[in-house]
Structures are given as structure tokens and as C-alpha cells.
């Protein structure tokens, strides 16, 4: 009997350990937002861009887009961004490489929110660009 006892106690207390920890992890996995940029035809609007020669990235606030243009890197070029105003944050990644030039992803973002967002590229390291901050 105090066998049984024992082990309801261990065993609620498993579960309630694991309640505990299960909304945080699922919390932090839902914010990341991954996409791979889509190979969509470059169109005329106004957008703020951060980078270099090799690699630029670039916001448009009308469509909520970001753009990437692997100028040498090979296809390892990302747009790190986040919104200020909320807990979102995430990565806009290339793999099409340098023959599809201007590459896009697209978010959706509450209008009036500041959206921050760099450049990295690889070639024989990581290289970054400075942050820029935007309302989207």
C-alpha cells in the first residue's frame, strides 16, 4: 500500500515538473519563424538595405518583405530580423545561390511595428552587417 502511495506521488510530481517546463519550450520554438527565400522576379518599391557587394539584404515594408542578393557568396547568405514591439524573431535563409541574384521572403507584420534586421554571409568566415531598424 505505501508501495502504491510512493509511486502516485513520484508520478504526479513528473508530470507537473514536465507542465511546468513544456509551455516555455513551446513558447521559444513558436517565436523562431525559419523561411528559405523563394526565387520571386525583383519589383520597383521602396525598401532600406544593409551589406555588402558579396551580400545585401533589404526590407520593404509594403508587402513585408525581405530580400536577399548573394552577390558571391554561393548561397549562404541570411537575414536575421526581429519585431520590436512583440517577441517575434527569425531568419530569412538563401540557398538558391549566386545565380538567382535577388531571392525573397515574405512575413506579415502588425503595421507601425519597428522591424530590425542584418546580413550575414559566409566566405572563409561569417561576416555581419549592422542592424537596421525600420517600421514595417
Not at 536575421?80 to 527569425?90: A, C, K, M, P
Amino acid at each position: 500500500m505505501l508501495r502504491k502511495h510512493i509511486t502516485g506521488i513520484f508520478v504526479a510530481l513528473a508530470i507537473a515538473v514536465g507542465l511546468a517546463f513544456a509551455p516555455a519550450s513551446a513558447a521559444y520554438a513558436i517565436d523562431q519563424e525559419i523561411d528559405y527565400a523563394k526565387d520571386i522576379d525583383w519589383y520597383d518599391a521602396e525598401r532600406s538595405c544593409t551589406g555588402s557587394s558579396a551580400a545585401r539584404g533589404c526590407f520593404q515594408p509594403v508587402g513585408d518583405d525581405f530580400w536577399i542578393y548573394d552577390g558571391s557568396v554561393g548561397g549562404d547568405v541570411i537575414v536575421e530580423w526581429g519585431d520590436l514591439n512583440s517577441t517575434r524573431h527569425g531568419q530569412c535563409i538563401d540557398t538558391l545561390g549566386y545565380a538567382k541574384a535577388w531571392v525573397r521572403c515574405n512575413k506579415d507584420f502588425t503595421e507601425g511595428h519597428r522591424i530590425t534586421f542584418r546580413t550575414r554571409w559566409y566566405i572563409d568566415g561569417w561576416h555581419t552587417s549592422q542592424w537596421i531598424t525600420i517600421p514595417a
